[in-house]
């Protein structure tokens, strides 16, 4: 009897220490299929997911590049292809010397990313604009004061190997010069990649992605000085010394190290959170394919998580098809 009433004094504290354990989770209770049990839908339409059960969140990954649930821990990429795109525009003030060639686009392998006027004297820099095929190619105000040009390179020499890219802003001494120095902005420049599965991913922000740092050799582009009313965004890097005038010019701007071989892992579309309320999940397709869609459903605190994974196959048709 009394190894029985120990049994059970221990079967109580244990349920006890259960009802009190912070780290205990709920399993989770969930289900999903689409609306009308169909699984061939077409380009455009909208497609219903409906969904079953109480989890406290779920996150939807569409099949789509991009928002992939097998590529959720993607931190590298193959490459097949890369192609360099810009559209680089000059406007020219006042004074013949200002015309020609105001900006040198390179691209460096052995640059030690010591962002200073000697960091960049001890690294190879190989030139990438011209007029040649392959070459970026570069406005000269030639006959208009406003000039721009268009390009695209194959870039993908250097689709397996990290490089820097650097633009130069070059200005001689005028001394007979009156107004300001030539503005030249870089607006758009691209990178555009193909993986070998033929997944197509861009670098478009000099900010954010490339991460372009000014580097001044000869010059000043502090604002108390020559100032540069174009700093370097989300959308363009340019050169403007507004307060220059006759000065002579020899501003770089370097990217950070670029290994286009690098992505960022692909991550869901939250559907649900603790506090919200949903039945159903609607997704519109916009390419033709097949794709595996994700529902991602768990029960969690901040010590603990259940999760359960739902997927299913899903055929996008063109509306010809019909």
């Not at 991009?66 to 006042?94: F, H, M, P």
């Not at 397996?160 to 005028?174: G, H, L, M, R």
């Not at 120095?181 to 861009?202: F, H, M, N, S, W």
């Amino acid at each position: 009897m009394k190894r029985k009433k120990i049994y059970s004094l221990l079967m109580i504290l244990g349920g006890l220490f259960t009802a009190c354990n912070p780290d205990g989770v709920d399993s989770v209770d969930f289900d999903v299929m689409m609306e009308n049990d169909t699984r061939e839908v077409y380009v455009g339409d909208p497609v219903t997911f409906l969904l079953d059960g109480k989890p406290d969140y779920i996150i939807f990954y569409s099949g789509e590049y991009g928002n992939r649930y097998a590529d959720r821990n993607r931190s590298e990429v193959e490459l097949a292809s890369v192609s360099l795109s810009a559209k680089i525009s000059q406007r020219c003030w006042t004074g013949a010397l200002l015309r020609g060639q105001r900006l040198f686009a390179y691209i460096s392998e052995d640059f030690n990313g010591i962002y200073t006027k000697e960091g960049l004297e001890e690294a190879t820099w190989t030139e990438i604009t011209g007029t040649e095929e392959g070459q970026l190619h570069y406005p000269t105000c030639a006959t208009t004061w406003d000039d721009s040009a268009t390009s695209t390179i194959d870039f993908s020499a250097y689709k397996d190997k990290p490089f820097y890219i650097a633009f130069q802003y070059v200005i001689p001494e005028d001394q007979n010069a009156t107004g300001n120095q030539p503005r030249v902005l870089i607006t758009p420049l691209t990178i555009d990649r193909v993986t070998a599965e033929g997944e197509k991913l861009q670098l478009n922000s000099p900010q954010r992605e490339f991460a372009f740092q000014y580097v001044q050799k000869k010059g000043d582009l502090s604002p108390e000085k020559n100032g540069n009313s174009l700093p370097i965004d989300d959308t363009r890097l340019g050169f403007q010394p507004d307060k220059a005038v006759g000065v002579e010019m020899d501003i770089w701007a370097v990217s950070q190290k670029m290994d286009l071989r690098t992505v960022s892992p692909n991550t869901g579309i939250p559907v649900k959170t603790l506090n919200s309320k949903i039945s159903s999940y609607t997704h519109t397709y916009s390419e033709a394919g097949e794709y595996t869609v994700t529902f991602v459903a768990s029960n969690a605190n901040m010590w603990n998580d259940r999760r359960v994974v739902k997927e299913m196959k899903v055929i996008v048709k063109e509306k010809s098809e019909i």
